[in-house]
């Protein structure tokens, strides 16, 4: 969104003059860097403080064009912030050289990804000049022309092409119980409608705009090599696709473990035990070259030029506080939740007093750090112990019960969903790190089918506020609700003769969950609240998410913790 200026040109609207006061400070104090006069770590201070001030005014005005959509009955589509990321990443690594990328900041979408997607992007950039040159050039912030819509959304379509062939790789090894006689009924075809039509990947790369699909491609073919047995070339995957987006990293402790357990050590005694003396050094020898090449290759060039711990500061900015500005349905949404309720009651009957609450606000729309009013405030180390203590349970199960490739599978997905429960700054989107992989096992088992149900409805209703124009309401109710009527009847057909998947409590939640959208689309915006309390809506999607996101993941553990293992003598 721009606006119009005599002396500028076109300029962003949430560019005033104390943000355009920053920007000039902000050149000023690289300028003094360049030449000596000021230290690195002094124009660091003064460069975070600037793209703070950006991202703030920025985080206010998407919070108004939101309200302004919810109120305008003509309705119009809009473009997400990440198609703008994604622009302004086209335009980085097309114009500067490689030692400016992750230094470039004028847009505040700076490139965050690890090196292999820059490069993903800089290939795609010499594609993208065909279109419409304009796309590429730094300045243009927020440009969307037909042209710059077009090449971007066939983009993401056309490197959809490897997540097919990936989701085609992993219906070969579906052990479905009793595989139909109709082709609608065979757990094959039923895994495959559920990975491709896979509702929140579907409106996460094709309506809001991202490359989930590509990467997504990417770690279930790396699952579907190690179900082949095919240990290097799934090693090799997961190490690309960490340089190409680094919150894999959540899974990484399963695919160590698995592949130091079942490929480094080549046998097992007769009670199921590891046997040590087969462990193989030239096997973890050729794991590790694989990773020190692959991380040579993709990190390489930076620390050549000095410049690693710069891509690491982008990496992981832990100075965006413990949420995202809508918070992400888990532990720590539950947690702001009674902090928040605490408050209001304390400040009711005069138990705390108002002048000593924290400003910073974590139902503000901002992306920000924060400090909680009553409980205990939450650091980054805090949710790394959190997130570390709460996949140990999964990593030992698949160390001393190991289960072959379902079992590092099981492991991977409760990697997945410890870290979106107790991670730092997670996005709601990250839950489809472990819709998708529990696919393969939900056409497997009943009790899998179950815990899949709850897990992708939940998760994939906590996707709502992704879209929230008036077009889009409609898109997405009808989209999941045909996505969520062919799991339940595709599952229940698969496993009729094992009685119901849920039970009458499940079902109960589930159905609230119409409820929970028709007070929040229809209700909430008709009352006097809506104007002073705009944020009540997405406070309710993300608490009442985050109880069956936690439901699921606290009953998947337990499964996966008390079930028998037979244990077979086998050299592997």
Not at 252 to 259: E, G, I, K, R
Not at 338 to 365: C, N, Q, R, W
Not at 412 to 438: D, N, Q, R, T
Request: glycine content about 4%.
């Amino acid at each position: 969104m721009c606006r119009k200026n005599s002396k500028y040109g076109r300029q962003p609207a949430w560019l005033n003059s104390e943000i355009l006061a920053d920007l000039k400070r902000k050149k000023e104090a690289y300028k003094k860097w360049k030449i000596g006069q000021m230290t690195r770590e002094e124009y660091k201070n003064i460069a975070h403080a600037c793209r703070s001030e950006i991202r703030k005014a920025k985080s206010h005005l998407e919070l108004q064009l939101a309200r302004d959509v919810k109120s305008n009955k003509k309705g119009f589509f809009s473009h997400s912030t990440d198609f703008e990321v994604h622009r302004n990443w086209l335009a980085i690594t097309h114009n500067l050289p490689v030692s400016q990328w992750y230094y470039e900041a004028t847009s505040e979408w700076t490139l965050d990804y690890p090196p292999f997607f820059a490069w993903f992007e800089y290939a795609l950039s010499h594609v993208a000049k065909y279109f419409d040159q304009e796309m590429l050039v730094i300045q243009n912030l927020n440009y969307s022309s037909q042209a710059t819509v077009f090449f971007q959304r066939l983009s993401v379509i056309f490197t959809d092409i490897l997540f097919v062939y990936a989701a085609h790789e992993c219906c070969k090894y579906v052990n479905g119980k009793r595989p139909g006689k109709e082709l609608l009924e065979k757990p094959m075809f039923v895994l495959a409608v559920l990975l491709l039509w896979n509702f929140g990947l579907l409106i996460v790369d094709h309506i809001h705009f991202q490359y989930n699909g590509f990467l997504f491609g990417l770690m279930l073919l790396s699952v579907a090599r190690l179900f082949q047995k095919r240990h290097l070339e799934g090693a090799l995957l997961f190490a690309v696709l960490l340089h190409f987006k680094h919150i894999y990293i959540y899974v990484a402790p399963a695919y160590c473990v698995y592949l130091l357990r079942s490929y480094c050590f080549t046998a097992n005694r007769a009670d199921g035990s590891l046997k040590w003396s087969s462990f193989s050094f030239l096997r973890i020898a050729l794991l590790g070259l694989i990773v020190c090449l692959v991380s040579a290759l993709s990190l390489g060039p930076f620390a050549v030029l000095g410049q690693l711990p710069q891509v690491i500061s982008r990496l992981f900015p832990f100075k965006r506080g413990l949420c995202h500005a809508y918070w992400a349905p888990n532990f720590w949404a539950l947690y702001n939740a009674v902090d928040k309720t605490l408050a209001v009651v304390g400040i009711k009957y005069k138990f705390l007093d108002p002048e000593k609450i924290p400003k910073a606000s974590m139902t503000g729309g901002l992306v920000q750090e924060f400090q909680h009013t009553v409980l205990p405030s939450v650091t980054p180390l805090a949710t790394l112990i959190c997130t570390f203590i709460s996949i140990l349970p999964s990593v030992f199960c698949l160390w001393f019960k190991p289960q072959g490739p379902r079992g590092f599978l099981q492991c991977l997905i409760l990697c997945a969903l410890s870290s979106f429960m107790f991670g730092w700054h997670v996005h709601e989107k990250a839950i489809l790190l472990a819709v998708l992989p529990l696919s393969l096992l939900a056409v497997e088992s009943p009790k899998r089918a179950g815990i899949y149900l709850i897990l992708t409805t939940t998760g994939h209703f906590s996707l709502f506020p992704l879209l929230f124009t008036p077009p889009e309401i409609t898109t997405k109710i009808l989209l999941m609700l045909l996505f969520t009527v062919y799991s339940f009847s595709s599952l229940r057909a698969l496993f009729r003769k094992e009685g119901p998947l849920l039970n009458w409590l499940e079902t109960i939640y589930l159905i609230e969950l119409v409820s929970l959208e028709i007070f929040c689309e229809i209700v909430f915006p008709l009352t006097p609240w809506n104007l002073k309390f705009p944020f009540i809506p997405l406070l309710l999607t993300s608490v009442y998410c985050a109880l069956g996101i936690t439901y699921a993941w606290l009953k998947l553990y337990v499964s996966v913790l008390t079930e028998s293992v037979t244990v077979r003598q086998k050299a592997e």
